[in-house]
């Protein structure tokens, strides 16, 4: 019954590798998010979708790319992996906000997944 | 300019104390809502409470309530009668309703620490 899941939750691989996140929400929200968390904590905004339409793409190296198949989902993928890519992933959604006013939604968020480059 | 800013790093509240945790924002568009999530070291980002611009009354949710104070663009949380479970991190976060982005400002963080 998990509202925003990701798989997998924890990923060790070598530098130079492919590797992919998938994320799945089951709320019926039409925005999705990732973002980058570091060691320090700081949350990092890398790509917004909405109604499978990329809206936000904030600096992020090219590596990184993001496929949104449907609204529900958003999934990750990472070329040429690097030690400084190492963090913590996570998934959100939320519903749009309202033009006539800010929307209450909040975010929920995934569970993380974490992203060892060795 | 930061959206968002968190200047407590960390802070330390005694077991069934209070504990205000500060947030400041900057924005010029008069329709925006503000969030807290707390991230304890498990690691899930938790939703604790909001607040919209135009509400006339400070939220609560529980424990939690916002110290809304539009003038001065502070939302501070504060914990009532705190408890070993807080001890977390604790963001402070802002979404714009003219930001067709839908994007969300987050804050550095504070953690909090409750001594028994």
């Known amino acids: 019954d998990t509202a925003v899941s990701q798989t997998p939750k924890y990923l060790v691989t070598q530098m130079g590798n492919d590797k992919s996140i998938k994320c799945e929400q089951n709320l019926g929200h039409d925005t999705m998010y990732w973002y980058k968390q570091d060691s320090k904590k700081f949350l990092k905004i890398m790509f917004s979708?909405?109604?499978?339409?990329?809206?936000i793409n904030e600096t992020v190296p090219n590596r990184f790319s993001p496929k949104s198949p449907d609204k529900a989902h958003l999934n990750l993928h990472i070329n040429s992996l690097e030690l400084g890519d190492s963090a913590v992933y996570f998934c959100?959604?939320?519903?749009?906000?309202?033009?006539?006013?800010?929307?209450?939604?909040?975010?929920?968020f995934g569970p993380g997944t974490r992203l060892l480059v060795l | 300019a930061q959206k968002i800013t968190q200047t407590q790093p960390g802070m330390f509240v005694q077991e069934k104390e209070a504990v205000t945790l500060d947030c400041t924002y900057d924005?010029?568009?008069?329709?925006?809502?503000l969030f807290w999530y707390k991230q304890p070291s498990s690691g899930e980002m938790i939703f604790l409470i909001y607040q919209g611009s135009y509400d006339q009354q400070n939220a609560t949710e529980g424990r939690y309530s916002l110290n809304f104070q539009k003038a001065r663009k502070s939302a501070n949380l504060v914990i009532s009668a705190s408890q070993l479970g807080d001890s977390a991190m604790y963001f402070c976060?802002?979404?714009?309703?003219?930001?067709?982005?839908?994007?969300?400002?987050f804050g550095t963080g504070t953690s909090l620490t409750v001594i028994p």
């Open positions: 924005t010029s568009d008069p329709s925006y809502g």
């Open positions: 976060a802002m979404r714009e309703g003219s930001n067709t982005g839908n994007q969300f400002y």
């Open positions: 979708y909405n109604n499978k339409e990329l809206i």
């Open positions: 959100a959604s939320s519903h749009t906000a309202r033009l006539e006013g800010i929307s209450g939604e909040t975010q929920y």
